[in-house]
């Protein structure tokens, strides 16, 4: 419904209607990572639980139920 407006102005502040604002998007930015880049590897099981121990984190249970339940 957005895009369909008419555009009122074509200043130097133009953007885009229906596109999101700065960091508000979901996910990774395209500038994130250099060319080339990959996304580094996440913490294996074991690494979580060394770190949640010396920060003294208790571990997560997760409550939700699952779909069906």
Same mark, same amino acid.
Request: net charge negative; no cysteine.
């Given at each position: 419904m957005a895009a369909q !407006?008419? +555009?009122i102005t074509d200043g130097p502040n133009? =953007? /885009?209607?229906?596109?999101n604002i700065a960091g508000t998007a979901p996910g990774?930015?395209? @500038? /994130? $990572? /250099?060319?080339?880049?990959? $996304?580094?590897e996440p913490p294996t099981a074991e690494e979580? =639980? !060394?770190? =949640?121990? +010396?920060l003294g984190v208790p571990e997560e @249970?997760?409550?939700?139920p699952l779909e069906g339940e």
């Open positions: !407006r008419e +555009k133009e =953007r /885009a209607i229906d596109e990774i930015p395209d @500038e /994130a $990572l /250099a060319p080339g880049e990959e $996304l580094p979580e =639980r !060394r770190i =949640r121990e +010396k @249970e997760d409550t939700l």
